[in-house]
């Protein structure tokens, strides 16, 4: 059986201390690199042409420059350990003819309640030359004591100023000064198929440089919706983590953070925090001590071409909405289901993706223009944005109606069912066959809106179907989800 898992780089606390342990280093650390060119020169092809020159990084004076700004962290922290039982004659060979009557007679020694000692590696660099390190919230997170080492061997007891789990992004601080650095780039001017270096301590190994190029950017991986990922093919390691990833000009232009894996090493994928989204991070951590962010209020989803067509969109770009949340901002400036947002303050949305980073990114109470597709058109709102702080099943009994075109067969929601899932119309699906089971719509969904209008009784979606043509986008919600599917209809 095939899997496909999305992993920490490193675990930031590791079990090691009992006596019969070691130190289990799983977690990453990656260093800093620099590119300066280098030249090469390649035959030609033809007598008549010059010859051509290959321009290669040179990672070496990368290393040189800025290896000395990466560090080596690591953690300590304990768990706790239950009571349980112990007998003396575990150690007895299976063999001996007194095994069996011990083992179900023999007196146990009982072990109280403790805590057992756990131990952790990563990463981290240095951005200011007083003492401030970045690195991964999963580094550190739950330690009691953590300890900076230097290039040069000096260690040093680390405070953690602040953590923030959603971005996966910690910031800590040493008593030191004049400590080398290392400079911040740009990730939006990151291109695609660009060289991009690492340093880190891959396994344990310390100030080990690897290299590649960016894969993508954007990426969106499962529960991380508030980074947009820069993916590599650098190799990152356990030990990795934290540590930073630079551009050709020794700029860090990412944290790296997690690997793609099925046997937890390094495999050609792997992710880093954009450190745009790490600075805005670090100054809300060191300034106020947490992190806050903006909050539109709707769920999002992906436009392929089918769901374009049914909008009327010529391109398949946007987020659609799939659902508003009551009394949020998204509601109060007019959004609606069925809206594809397809820019934010100016700035193109080219997919759902990128709408929870660039909203979040929002301070708290600013107005945002939000401009949408709607019924063929475009529309210009603004929306106050609020701030992001910390859904349901309807019953599948009653009688039915046969849709043809769509090929369910449904009935009007109770009372209680509408309560349920906030909403004041909708239809349960009791079956589903012909267009509908094809594009995966099944018993228990319930049909909220058709292309966007609202479904208020059976007669209406009935007529709402017959007025259309080839293309529908229908509005489901199942269980704690909402989410349009588009449909070829009969």
């Known amino acids: 059986m095939k899997t496909k898992v999305i992993q920490l780089s490193g675990v930031a606390v590791a079990v090691a201390a009992l006596a019969i342990g070691g130190y289990n280093f799983a977690n990453h650390s990656v260093g800093s690199a620099h590119a300066a060119p280098a030249s090469i020169v390649a035959s030609a092809s033809s007598s008549s042409s010059p010859p051509a020159t290959l321009t290669l990084p040179d990672f070496q004076s990368i290393a040189e420059r800025y290896g000395p700004a990466v560090v080596n962290i690591s953690v300590e922290g304990t768990v706790k350990t239950s009571a349980r039982g112990q007998s003396p004659f575990e150690g007895m060979s299976p063999n001996d003819p007194f095994y069996e009557f011990f083992r179900r007679f023999g007196p146990q020694i009982q072990i109280p309640d403790g805590e057992q000692i756990t131990h952790g590696m990563g990463s ?47 910031v800590l601080r040493i008593d030191a000064r004049d400590l080398p650095t290392v400079p911040l780039g740009d990730p939006s001017q990151t291109r695609v198929g660009e060289w991009v270096l690492a340093i880190g301590a891959p396994f344990g190994f310390e100030n080990s440089v690897t290299a590649g190029i960016v894969s993508a950017k954007s990426r969106s991986l499962p529960d991380e919706g508030y980074v947009p990922f820069i993916q590599t093919d650098v190799a990152i390691n356990p030990g990795n983590s934290g540590g930073p990833l630079l551009n050709l000009k020794g700029e860090v232009i990412g944290i790296n953070s997690q690997i793609y894996s099925r046997s937890g090493g390094y495999q050609g994928l792997s992710f880093a925090i954009p450190i745009n989204v790490a600075a805005q991070v670090r100054d809300q951590l060191v300034t106020h001590g947490k992190v806050t962010r903006g909050r539109l209020g709707v769920s999002v989803q992906d436009l392929n071409q089918a769901l374009a067509n049914s909008f009327g969109l010529e391109t398949a770009h946007g987020a659609l909405v799939s659902r508003v949340d009551t009394d949020g901002p998204a509601a109060k400036a007019g959004i609606e289901p069925g809206d594809i947002i397809i820019g934010l303050n100016g700035e193109r949305v080219e997919s759902s993706a990128e709408l929870p980073p660039k909203v979040a990114a929002i301070a708290p109470g600013e107005s945002v223009k939000v401009e949408i597709w709607r019924q063929g058109k475009r529309r210009e709102l603004t929306a106050t944005v609020g701030e992001l702080m910390s859904a349901q099943l309807a019953a599948t009994d ?49 049909i909220l809106a058709v292309n966007g209008k609202p479904v208020i009784s059976v007669e209406g979606l009935r007529k709402d179907l017959a007025a259309l043509g080839k293309h529908a986008a229908i509005l489901i919600q199942r269980e704690d989800a909402r989410i349009f599917i588009p449909i070829e209809l009969g």
Request: charge should be negative; hydrophobic fraction near 40%; aromatic fraction near 2%.
């Open 398 to 446: 009653g009688q039915n109606t046969d849709q043809g075109r769509l090929g369910v067969a449904v009935r009007p929601l109770s009372p209680e069912e509408q309560k349920q899932i906030e909403t004041s119309s909708g239809l349960l699906v009791l079956d589903s066959t012909g267009p509908a089971a094809h594009a995966g719509i099944q018993r228990g969904d319930v």
């Open 124 to 170: 981290g660099f240095i951005v200011s030359a007083d003492g401030v390190i970045l690195t991964n919230a999963h580094v550190v997170a739950d330690a009691t004591q953590v300890t900076v080492k230097l290039m040069d061997k000096r260690e040093f007891t680390a405070k953690v100023i602040g953590i923030d789990r959603p971005t996966d992004i910690a």
